[in-house]
C-alpha cells in the first residue's frame, strides 16, 4: 500500500476510501497504540519527559510546502479526485 492509501486505511471507518472528520477522530480514538504514545514523548519531549511544549509539538509535524498550498487553492481535492478515478478496487 502507498503512503496515502495507508493513512486513508487507517481513517476510513467503512472502507470506502473517503475520509469524513469524523472518521478521523473515530479512527483516532480506536487506534491509540501506548507504545506509539510514549515514543512520542520520548523522541520529542525534551524540556520535560511529561510534557510537551509548543514547540516541541510543531516539531512533530512535517508538512511539504506544495502540501499546504494544495489544501488552500483547493487542488488538494482535485488530486485525491483524480488518484481515486484511476484506481481499481
Same mark, same amino acid.
Given at each position: 500500500m502507498?503512503?496515502?492509501q495507508q493513512h486513508v486505511a487507517f481513517f476510513?471507518?467503512?472502507?470506502?476510501?473517503?475520509?469524513y472528520p469524523w472518521?478521523?477522530?473515530?479512527g483516532h480514538?480506536?487506534?491509540y497504540m501506548p507504545?506509539? !504514545?510514549e515514543s512520542m514523548f520520548s523522541?520529542?519531549?525534551k524540556t520535560k519527559p511529561d510534557k510537551l511544549t509548543f514547540v516541541e509539538i510543531w516539531n512533530m509535524t512535517y508538512v511539504v510546502k506544495e502540501a499546504v498550498r494544495s489544501c488552500f487553492d483547493g487542488?488538494? !481535492?482535485n488530486y485525491f479526485a483524480k488518484m481515486n478515478k484511476n484506481k481499481t478496487y
Open positions: 502507498s503512503v496515502l476510513d471507518q467503512d472502507n470506502n476510501y473517503i475520509v472518521g478521523t477522530y473515530t480514538c480506536y487506534r507504545t506509539q !504514545f523522541k520529542y519531549a487542488s488538494l !481535492f
